[in-house]
């Protein structure tokens, strides 16, 4: 119980730190490209994190309600919606925030990019959190439980932490504009992550059509091994993806790399700004 | 002289988007009519109990769209994971689910249940 319990609270935390790393340090580099209003409003994240919680709280309490719609298959239908509107927030960040409208109305720029960001990680609190919250009160309703699964969602869920820390000030400590490079990437393979799991979900409802399996690296990177499973968190790495979810993969991936913001970050702008 | 051109170069150009659209529409309604056609799929059981799968192997038909219910017989949650079928949901205590797997190719799938991973093993056998 103990291991298991601190694998599964890593995997599902470090999801959520991933994404919430990556966006506060590009919270930080928005201050240097755009002015002090982002740094003002950094507090966002206390936001996102006691109503990412709470999500979590009440997602996971009508969970079972929720799994009996649309004939059993509730939980696929609304947990693909949740994904959708996070890949929605995380387009309208890399796309409309660095447009030229709020080139004079930089306290709208921050507005909009601060709602955002609070909504992807509540979100992906939501997500991750409910599942969390599901296991730990099942498992601890048998008392003999209790102990080791608790010390080992402590463990897991502070190795979990402790690797977003250690990436927020690894990408902090780059130069600006490759912290900037990284974090898009990065932010790239989270949409990516996000469009396959859609597809994953509504075709496990029956909502999207069957497609035949793309490539299968099983046996050069099988997904229950550790390399495998850190991966699958990182990046959604999985060993057999249908050819609709390495499409929609692919496709949400190019989004954000041909998105502006993508551009702001590869010639150099960025450099010349911090310079004035 | 020349803008005729152009214009003719330019419907030329507008007919062949319009081939790729309807291309891309046509094969896209196919798919979908092909997933209703076979929407009929096979519905097999499969009960957890004291964090164990039973059958602990389920048999299924090759090649072919099978609807997995799966009813939670004990009171604490489980999640139904497979690497190799790519699923994963989460199960309330006493309830029961639905997952759409396959059509598979013949060979063995194991799973798992993620919350109890010791007990709870199991594996899908296309034939």
Not at chain 2, 85 to 92: D, G, S, T, Y
Request: hydrophobic share 50%; charged share 15%.
């Amino acid at each position: 119980m103990f291991i298991n319990s601190v694998i599964l609270l890593l995997q599902e935390i470090l999801e959520a730190a991933l994404l919430i790393s990556v966006l506060l340090v590009i919270t930080n580099l928005f201050h240097d490209i755009w002015g002090r209003s982002f740094v003002l409003r950094k507090t966002w994240i206390f936001y996102a994190l006691i109503l990412g919680c709470a999500g979590a709280w009440l997602y996971a309490l009508v969970t079972p309600t929720v799994s009996e719609w649309f004939d059993y298959v509730g939980q696929e239908v609304v947990n693909s919606l949740i994904h959708l509107v996070s890949l929605g927030f995380l387009i309208l960040l890399s796309w409309v925030a660095p447009s030229n409208y709020f080139s004079d109305k930089t306290s709208q720029r921050a507005q909009l990019v601060i709602a955002s960001m609070v909504v992807i990680v509540l979100l992906a609190l939501v997500r991750e959190g409910s599942e969390i919250l599901l296991y730990l009160g099942g498992v601890t309703s048998q008392s003999e439980n209790v102990v080791p699964v608790l010390s080992g969602a402590v463990i897991g869920a502070g190795i979990g932490l402790s690797c977003g820390v250690i990436l927020y000030y690894g990408l902090t400590s780059l130069s600006h504009t490759w912290a900037f490079r990284v974090c898009l990437l990065l932010l790239a393979f989270v949409c990516g992550n996000i469009a396959s799991q859609i597809v994953m979900l509504l075709t496990q409802a029956d909502w999207l059509p069957y497609t035949a399996i793309a490539w299968d690296t099983a046996g050069l990177l099988p997904e229950n091994s550790i390399t495998g499973r850190l991966l699958y968190a990182l990046i959604g790495y999985e060993a057999t993806p249908s050819i609709l979810q390495a499409v929609c993969y692919g496709l949400a991936m190019l989004i954000i790399i041909f998105g502006p913001l993508f551009r702001l970050a590869w010639p150099g702008i960025l450099a010349k700004n911090v310079e004035q | 002289m020349r803008v005729e051109v152009l214009l003719e170069l330019n419907l030329e150009r507008r007919n062949k988007m319009k081939n790729y659209i309807a291309t891309i529409l046509m094969s896209l309604s196919l798919l979908f009519v092909s997933s209703l056609a076979s929407a009929a799929a096979v519905e097999i059981e499969l009960v957890i109990k004291d964090h164990l799968f039973f059958p602990a192997e389920v048999e299924v038909p090759a090649g072919q769209k099978v609807k997995l219910r799966i009813i939670n017989q004990d009171p604490t949650p489980e999640e139904f994971e497979s690497y190799e079928l790519n699923r994963e949901k989460v199960i309330a205590g006493n309830r029961q689910t639905v997952i759409f797997i396959g059509p598979l190719s013949p060979g063995e799938y194991p799973f798992f249940g993620e919350f109890y991973p010791k007990t709870a093993q199991g594996k899908v056998i296309a034939k």
